[in-house]
């Protein structure tokens, strides 16, 4: 049948009229299951890409840690040397925004629920005027450090049970890297430590070997001196 005609009996009686319909019925119905079936096809396609890959493969899952199952956590000196300093400190600036509700980081800067945090890293801990720590900060005494600062920021109510710190701690090594490298660069600058495998990197910084020394130093001065010697 030709478009004149099914038009023609279209006006003149029901047949063609039925016949153009069914067809084109036919077509909708076809294509509706073609639809379908391409939907589901890219479904079955796209969707095994779809599960969002972790951007770092091999994050150990909280809680699911298991001894010789997948790749430890990396340690804080191999977390500090996993991208440029600047890099760290501008991902350290993002993550204090879960700081924020509770300390000020500029010098100066008012104590509110929290200390001010300007010049605490590589400082005595429990130091800043005018702030009334817990007992308990209190006694745990020498400088923050690079080691230190990763365990408070794990968990502080595990590392300092009775601070007043009211914050579960962030359980990502490189979330505790690069926030403790943000509050260095607001801090003393303290050397980053070395990590083997990215000698290349910090040496980089021309500060490879100094860098262990003085977190040695640190390490010693944290031991018991005085921390009035190391105030500003
Ligand atoms: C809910 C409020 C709160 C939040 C959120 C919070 N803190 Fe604190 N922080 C405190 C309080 C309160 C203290 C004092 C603790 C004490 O005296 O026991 C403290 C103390 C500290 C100290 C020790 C300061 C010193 O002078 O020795 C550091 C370092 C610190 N916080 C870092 C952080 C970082 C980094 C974050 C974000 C990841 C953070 N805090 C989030 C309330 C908070």
């Not at 020394?213 to 190391?230: I, L, R």
Request: with cysteine; aromatic share 6%; net charge negative.
């Amino acid at each position: 049948m030709t478009q004149d005609n099914s038009s023609q009996d279209n006006a003149a009686g029901q047949t063609g009229g039925g016949d153009l319909f069914n067809t084109a019925a036919g077509w909708v119905l076809f294509a509706a299951g073609l639809g379908l079936g391409l939907s589901i096809l890219s479904g079955k396609f796209f969707h095994g890409d779809k599960p969002e890959r972790p951007e770092k493969l091999g994050y150990v899952i909280e809680g699911v840690v298991e001894e010789g199952a997948g790749p430890a956590e990396m340690s804080m000196a191999e977390a500090l040397n996993m991208m440029p300093a600047a890099e760290l400190i501008a991902a350290g600036e993002k993550a204090y925004s879960k700081c924020q509700s509770c300390h000020t980081i500029d010098p100066g800067g008012a104590n509110g629920i929290g200390p001010n945090l300007a010049g605490v890293m590589g400082g005595p801990v429990a130091a800043k005027g005018g702030f009334a720590y817990s007992a308990e900060l209190k006694a745990l005494g020498g400088t923050w450090d690079w080691d230190k600062m990763n365990q408070w920021l794990t968990n502080p109510k595990a590392y300092v049970s009775g601070t007043k710190m009211s914050f579960a701690g962030l359980s990502k090594i490189e979330d505790r890297a690069a926030l403790a490298m943000y509050l260095n660069s607001k801090g003393a600058n303290l050397p980053v430590p070395t990590f083997v495998a990215d000698a290349a990197a910090a040496g980089a910084e021309g500060e490879a070997a100094a860098a262990e020394g003085e977190a040695e130093a640190v390490a010693a001065a944290e031991a018991g001196t005085d921390p009035a010697a190391a105030t500003e």
